[in-house]
C-alpha cells in the first residue's frame, strides 16, 4: 500500500519536471514510476478480490461485503459496493486512462499525466490505512484485520475464523442484480475519464497555452460525457427494473450528484467547440471543465460522508474519511483557482459580442441554461451539507442555529420538475434553433431567408407533431405543452438537419443526432411520467379489507386471491403460485387481455416478487416485473403480501395475536367453531403439506378434518400434520383461508398413537409370490412386485433398494382392496412405509425380505383408529394466506426516453471517432 501510494509521488514529480524541462529523462522516470504504481494497484486489487472469492474473513472489508451464500458473479458487485473497493476502481480507471494519454505521445502527456497522478495520490491517499503521529489515521486499508477493530473474546479462539463465518455481513441483497454489474463501472469510468479535460484544462494554464489543449481535450470530454451518460441511464434502468417507486429517475440526492457534473461537461463541450471554431468563451471552457470535475469530487464527498445517509437511499455510511474528503475537494478546488488567478488575464478575450445570427452565441447561451440547471438541483441537494455548516456555526458561536435548518423537499419530483421543465424547453429550443445556424454567422447575408423558411417549416411540423401526441397522450398543463412543442421542435428540425445536410459526412450528423435523441427522450418523459396509468385501481374494495394499506394509495392496487381470476379493465388476472428463489419470493400471476369483441388479443406470465433479508426475518425491498410492448411497458409491482409472507418477526407477531381454542376429539365427533361446524372424517399417515419432505423413519400422523361453513354451508377439509423424525416433533398446520380457520396438532397425538400401538395385535405372514394366506379374518393375495415404488413418503436415493408389494385384500363381506407397502434398504439399514385402509380400518407392514426363500414378510394388524383421541388447537380468526396486492402500471412510450437517451450518447459517441478519425487523418497527411 505504502509503494502504490509513494510511486505516485514519484510520478507527479517527474512528468512536472519533464514537462517543465521537456527533459527526457524525467519522462523517463515518470514513466518507470507510473508502471510500478500501475502493478502495485492492480496486485492490491487481484488480492482482494482473491480474498473475497476465498472468503477470508479475517480481513474486515471481507468480513463486510460477502458471504458463505453470495453468489461468486456477485463478489465483483460487493467488492465496489465498499467505499474501498469503490477508490480502487476509480484507481484501476485512472491508471487506464493515463496510460492511454501516454500512449499519445503528446506535448501534453507529461503535465495532464501529473495533474491526473494529484488526483489518483488522493484516491490512494483514501486506502493508505497508516497513522501519523498523533494517532491521525489516512485513509482505511483494505486488509485491516478483523481483530486488529475488535477486541472481543472470540478472537482469542485459533479457530475463530470458523465461529465468524455466519455472521459476515455480506452484500445488501438490494444490490444483488445483474444492473450493479455493469452500472458502477461505467459510472467510475466516466468519473475518471471526467478529470481527463480538468487536467487539460489545469495544463493549458500551467503552460499558459489556452488555445492548444482545445483540441486535445475535445475528444476526452466527448468520451467522459458519453460513458459518464451512459453509467447515468443504466442507473435510471437499475432503478426502473430492480426498485420499487415505479420510475426510472426519482431526484435521489446521490443521482444528482453524479447527473449535474454530466450536465456541466456537456456545457464545457459546448463551449470548447466555441473556443476551438471561433477563439470565443475559453475561459468559460477553463470553467466549466474544472467545474465538472469538482463537482464529481464534490458528489464523492456528499455520498462518502455519511451527510447524505438520511436523505438518499444510494449514499455509502461514514467511514471516518470526511476531513480527507474535504482537503481532496478543497486542495483541487484551490489548485484550480490559483492556477487560473495566475493566468486569468493571459486568456485571450475577443472584445466583439458575438452576434445574434452566429451558432456560437445560442450555443452559450445553452451553456448557460445548463448551468442554471446544475445550481438549482445541486442547491437543493446540498440542503444537508448547509445545515451541518449552521449547526458548526453554531457550535462555534455558542448559539443554537437549528432554526436556520432546511428540510428536503417532501415532493422531491414534483419540487425539480417545477424548474427543470423550464430548462428542457429551453434545451430543446436551442437545439433546433442553433443547428442551422453558422459560426461567426458566415454567409447569414445571403442565408437568414433560407434560415427562417426552415425555421417556420420546423415550427410548423413541431406544431403539428405536439397535436398529434396530444391524440395520444393527455397533458393538460400549459409548461408541459410548451415542453412537448419544444421537443418537437428539436426533433423536426434536427432530423431535417441529418437529412439534408450531412451528405456523408458523419462529422457533421453528430450533433443533429444527439440533439434529436435529446427532443425524443423529452417527448419519452412526458409521455411515461405525465402519463403513466394507474391499471390497477379498484374503487369497490373496502378499506377495513386491507388495514396498513388503507389510504389514498390503497385504491391504485388489485387483490388476487390464488387461483380466482380478477378482471382489471381489459385484463384479467390469476394467481397461480408462489416460488422462493435463495432470499426472494416471485409470484407467478398469468395475465390475458381482452378485445372489444371479449376475445383474447393477448396472453403472458409476470414475476413480481419481494425480497427478504439473509434471515426471512422482513421484506427489504420488492422487484417489480415489467412486460414490454413497442410503444408501452405494462410494470407490475407487489404492494402488500399477506401476513404468511411477510418474514418471520411479521408470522410471530401474528401468531402471538391469534386465540386458539385447545380440543380432543374421536373419529366422526362434530364440534364448532364461531365459523364452522366440523369433524374429523379419517386419518392419515402421509402428509399433503407441500413444504414438507420426507425422510426415512419419519412418522407422520395426518387428521383430515371436515369444516363446513356456517355461512355458506360449503364443506372444505383440512390436513394438518406431526411427524417425528428421530427425536425431533415437527407440527404442520394447516388453514383454510376459505373459513379463515387455522388447525394444529399437539404433540400429544405422538402419546396416543405409541398407545394404541402397543396394544395393537399383527398377524406375521410369509409369502411367496403368487401364494395367498389370511389374516386377521382377511384374505391376503401376494400379486407380485414393483422396483420402483412410488408413495408421498418416500424419496428415492440413488443407493436405495427399494421394492413394494402389489397385495389384493378381501374382507370377509366380500369387498377387496388393493395395498402396495413399502420396503427399502438406506445405508445398510432397512425401512418400511405401510399402508393403512381407513374403511375396513386395517395396516398392512411389509417388514422383510429373504432372498434365499424367495419370501416376504407381512405384518397384518387393526390400529383400531375410532378410538383414537385426537388433540388440536383451532383458531377461527385466522387472516387469508392465499392472496397477494398487486400495483400495475402502463408507461406509454417509454421505449422514448431510452431510446432518445441512447441517441445522446450515440451522437456523442460518434463525434468523437469522427475527430479521432480526422486526427488520424492529418497525422498521416
Known amino acids: 500500500m505504502v509503494t502504490l501510494f509513494v510511486t505516485t509521488l514519484l510520478a507527479i514529480y517527474s512528468f512536472f519536471k519533464a514537462g517543465k524541462s521537456k527533459n527526457v529523462p524525467w519522462m523517463n522516470l515518470g514513466t518507470s514510476a507510473f508502471a510500478i504504481h500501475t502493478v502495485a494497484t492492480l496486485l492490491v486489487i487481484g488480492l482482494l478480490l482473491y480474498s473475497m472469492f476465498n472468503r477470508f474473513y479475517e480481513y474486515n472489508f471481507v468480513f463486510e461485503q460477502v458471504s458463505d451464500d453470495l453468489p461468486a458473479t456477485y463478489v465483483f458487485v460487493a467488492f465496489w459496493e465498499g467505499q474501498i473497493g469503490s477508490f480502487l476502481l476509480w484507481m484501476f480507471w485512472n491508471i487506464a486512462m493515463g496510460w492511454m494519454i501516454w500512449r499519445s505521445k503528446s506535448e501534453w502527456s507529461a503535465p495532464v499525466l501529473g495533474f491526473m497522478l494529484i488526483i489518483q495520490a488522493f484516491l490512494a491517499s483514501m486506502v493508505l490505512g497508516i497513522y501519523l503521529p498523533g494517532d491521525i489515521p489516512i485513509g482505511r486499508s483494505p486488509f485491516t484485520l478483523l481483530r486488529d477493530l475488535n477486541d472481543a473474546p472470540i478472537f482469542a479462539s485459533a479457530d475463530y475464523i470458523q465461529s465468524i463465518r455466519k455472521m459476515a455481513s455480506g452484500l ?20 475518471a475519464a471526467t478529470a481527463v479535460p480538468f487536467s487539460f484544462a489545469l495544463s493549458g494554464m500551467w503552460y499558459k497555452d489556452h488555445k492548444t489543449w482545445l483540441q486535445s481535450a475535445l475528444p476526452w470530454a466527448l468520451f467522459a460525457g458519453a460513458v459518464l451518460g451512459t453509467g447515468i441511464l443504466l442507473g435510471g434502468a437499475w432503478a426502473y427494473e430492480a426498485l420499487s417507486f415505479g420510475g426510472y429517475w426519482a431526484w435521489d440526492p446521490v443521482e444528482n450528484t453524479s447527473f449535474v457534473p454530466w450536465l456541466i461537461l456537456i456545457a464545457g463541450i459546448h463551449t470548447n467547440l466555441i473556443a476551438r471554431n471561433t477563439g470565443y468563451s475559453i475561459k468559460s471552457t477553463y470553467g466549466f471543465y474544472g467545474l465538472a470535475f469538482l463537482l464529481v469530487v464534490y458528489s464523492t464527498f456528499l455520498t462518502r460522508s455519511g451527510i447524505l445517509a438520511d436523505t438518499s437511499a444510494h449514499a455509502f455510511t461514514e467511514m471516518g474519511l470526511q476531513k480527507q474528503l474535504l482537503i481532496y475537494l478543497g486542495t483541487l478546488m484551490g489548485l484550480f483557482v490559483v492556477l487560473y488567478g495566475r493566468t486569468r488575464k493571459s486568456i485571450p478575450v475577443i472584445e466583439q459580442e458575438e452576434k445574434l445570427s452566429s451558432r456560437e452565441f445560442w450555443m452559450f447561451i445553452g451553456s448557460l441554461v445548463l448551468l442554471f440547471s446544475a445550481v438549482l438541483i445541486t442547491y437543493t441537494t446540498s440542503i444537508p451539507v448547509y445545515n451541518k455548516l449552521f449547526d458548526g456555526l453554531g457550535s462555534l458561536l455558542g448559539k443554537d442555529l437549528s432554526s436556520w435548518h432546511r428540510a428536503m423537499p417532501l415532493e422531491p419530483i414534483a419540487h425539480y420538475n417545477k424548474f427543470q421543465v423550464w430548462v428542457a424547453f429551453f434545451l430543446a429550443l436551442l437545439t433546433g434553433l442553433s443547428q442551422w445556424l453558422r459560426y461567426r454567422a458566415m454567409g447569414w447575408e445571403q442565408y437568414h431567408k433560407t434560415y427562417y423558411r426552415l425555421l417556420a417549416i420546423h415550427a410548423g411540423g413541431a406544431l403539428v407533431l405536439t397535436l398529434l401526441v396530444n391524440l395520444w397522450l393527455s397533458i393538460h398543463a400549459w409548461q408541459y405543452q410548451a415542453m412537448l412543442f419544444a421537443a418537437a421542435f428539436a426533433v423536426i428540425a434536427n432530423l431535417d438537419y441529418l437529412i439534408r445536410q450531412i451528405h456523408g459526412n458523419i462529422k457533421l450528423g453528430a450533433s443533429a443526432l444527439a440533439h434529436a435523441g435529446l427532443g425524443i427522450m423529452l417527448i419519452g418523459i412526458l409521455s411515461s411520467g405525465l402519463n403513466q396509468d394507474i391499471i390497477s385501481k379498484n374503487t369497490n374494495i373496502l378499506k377495513e379489507d386491507f388495514g396498513s394499506l388503507a389510504d389514498e394509495s390503497l385504491f391504485d392496487n388489485v387483490y388476487l386471491t390464488k387461483n380466482i381470476p380478477q378482471r382489471m379493465r381489459d385484463y384479467t388476472l390469476l394467481y397461480k403460485k408462489d416460488t422462493i428463489i435463495r432470499n426472494e419470493r416471485f409470484y407467478d400471476i398469468d395475465i390475458f387481455k381482452q378485445g372489444p369483441d371479449g376475445k383474447m388479443t393477448d396472453k403472458f406470465t409476470i414475476h413480481p416478487g419481494v425480497v427478504y433479508d439473509d434471515k426471512f426475518a422482513k421484506i427489504l425491498s420488492v422487484n417489480p416485473s415489467i412486460q414490454r410492448y413497442w410503444n408501452r411497458d405494462l410494470f407490475t409491482l407487489v404492494a402488500q403480501v399477506n401476513a404468511h409472507h411477510s418474514g418471520n418477526e411479521a408470522m410471530h407477531q401474528l401468531e402471538d395475536s391469534l386465540t386458539y381454542q385447545k380440543m380432543s376429539m374421536m373419529l366422526k365427533d362434530t364440534f364448532e367453531t364461531k365459523t364452522v361446524k366440523a369433524w374429523i372424517e379419517s386419518i392419515s399417515f402421509e402428509s399433503e403439506n407441500p413444504d414438507y419432505e420426507p425422510e426415512p423413519g419419519d412418522l407422520c400422523l395426518s387428521p383430515v378434518f371436515m369444516l363446513q361453513s356456517k355461512t355458506t354451508g360449503k ?187 441512447l441517441l445522446m450518447m450515440a451522437g456523442l459517441g460518434l463525434a468523437l471517432w469522427s475527430r479521432r478519425k480526422q486526427r488520424r487523418a492529418n497525422s498521416n497527411g
Open 715 to 901: 364443506i372444505y377439509p383440512s390436513k394438518p400434520s406431526i411427524v417425528l423424525r428421530g427425536n425431533v416433533v415437527y407440527s404442520l398446520s394447516d388453514v383454510v383461508n376459505e373459513v379463515n380457520t387455522k388447525i394444529r396438532l399437539s404433540d400429544n397425538l405422538l402419546d396416543e398413537y405409541f398407545r394404541q400401538e402397543a396394544s395393537a395385535s399383527y398377524t406375521t405372514l410369509e409369502l411367496k409370490q403368487g401364494q395367498t394366506a389370511q389374516a386377521e379374518g382377511y384374505t391376503i393375495h401376494f400379486a407380485g412386485f414393483n422396483r420402483h415404488p412410488e408413495h408421498p413418503m418416500y424419496q428415492a436415493d440413488s443407493t436405495d433398494i427399494a421394492i413394494s408389494a402389489f397385495l389384493e385384500i378381501q374382507s370377509p363381506g366380500g369387498a377387496t382392496y388393493q395395498a402396495e407397502p413399502i420396503y427399502y434398504i438406506r445405508g445398510n439399514r432397512p425401512f418400511n412405509i405401510p399402508v393403512y385402509l381407513p374403511d375396513p380400518d386395517l395396516m398392512v407392514r411389509f417388514t422383510h425380505v429373504d432372498p434365499g426363500k424367495e419370501t416376504i414378510e407381512l405384518q397384518i394388524g387393526s390400529d383400531h383408529l375410532d378410538q383414537w383421541t385426537i388433540p388440536f388447537e383451532i383458531s377461527s380468526d385466522y387472516p387469508r394466506d392465499d392472496y397477494v396486492v398487486l400495483q400495475a402500471k402502463i408507461f406509454p412510450g417509454i421505449n422514448l426516453f431510452w431510446s432518445g437517451g
Open 172 to 191: 445488501n441483497v438490494l444490490l444483488q442484480n445483474y444492473w450493479n454489474i455493469i452500472h458502477p463501472p461505467t459510472l467510475f469510468l466516466g468519473f
